[in-house]
């Protein structure tokens, strides 16, 4: 490869490298990106489901009491157990794929509690005398008001507590969302760079370009034309390197053989 054309491709293979590597690390971040921003919206959109299951059981759970201990309804007592295990089912999930686990701490303790509350009631109401209201007599802790006493107040801790682990994702966010905005600004800096080195080479290629293409080629074009309409001496005048300069020579060559043959 001759000088010029070796010039000339080094200027334009360097652009395109400089667009490719830029390009690339641009991907890798923005599939960085991504990637967080998905595993954030799974987190979350799985913390809601799975709040939604507690919750659903926690209330159904609620209203076989309500029919146990209120009606002595004692039917309710499959669903009432049911509920339950499908509450502790669902912690359990949520306990195994929780990254922090100190928002279920709470949780697992309100449930237990309820555990064994609801496990201590369905005992004595399994022993008490049938067709009669469970909360009509028996231990002083079960009986009237057993449900106002001391299950609403454990329902209602557990719910709030249900609710705070379906908020739990939003005390992460912020850190994620500072990390993801960082990611953000990586993936765009290479690009940044890369056009102000491109710029910077386009210049630099414009320049080079002018200097050793353009202008001797004006110049020989200049002095040419001289030479035909006025039949002044080719003259060019400048910095003549690899073709530039074996043409300028050759056009030297073939004027002087022009006047040769002339005389």
Not at 167 to 194: D, G
Not at 206 to 220: G, I, R
Request: with cysteine; glycine share 4%.
């Amino acid at each position: 490869m001759t000088g010029l054309r070796k010039r000339v491709t080094t200027g334009f293979v360097s652009i395109v490298c400089l667009l490719f590597f830029s390009g690339m690390v641009s991907f890798l971040e923005l599939s960085h990106l991504s990637r967080d921003t998905e595993d954030i919206l799974k987190a979350n959109a799985r913390n809601i489901e799975l709040a939604r299951e507690m919750l659903d059981a926690a209330h159904e759970q609620n209203i076989a009491l309500v029919h146990l201990s209120v009606f002595g309804d004692r039917e309710y007592d499959s669903l009432c157990r049911a509920s339950m295990e499908r509450l502790e089912s669902a912690l359990l999930v949520a306990q195994t794929e929780a990254l922090d686990k100190s928002f279920l701490d709470s949780l697992a303790f309100a449930t237990t509690e309820l555990r064994l509350l609801t496990d201590s009631y369905l005992t004595w109401a399994e022993e008490a005398p049938a067709g009669k209201p469970a909360t009509a007599s028996g231990p002083d802790s079960l009986r009237h008001g057993w449900y106002d006493g001391e299950y609403e107040a454990l329902y209602g801790r557990l719910t709030s507590a249900i609710k705070n682990y379906m908020t739990s994702t939003q005390s992460s966010l912020a850190p994620r969302a500072e990390q993801m905005k960082k990611n953000a600004y990586r993936a765009v800096t290479p690009v940044l760079i890369s056009l102000a080195v491109m710029i910077a080479i386009v210049l630099m290629l414009s320049y080079f370009m002018n200097l050793y293409c353009v202008d001797p080629v004006l110049k020989m074009n200049k002095g040419l034309g001289d030479y035909l309409v006025y039949r002044v001496p080719f003259v060019a005048k400048g910095d003549f390197k690899d073709e530039m300069l074996q043409l300028k020579e050759k056009i030297d060559a073939l004027i002087a053989l022009s006047k040769q043959q002339k005389n």
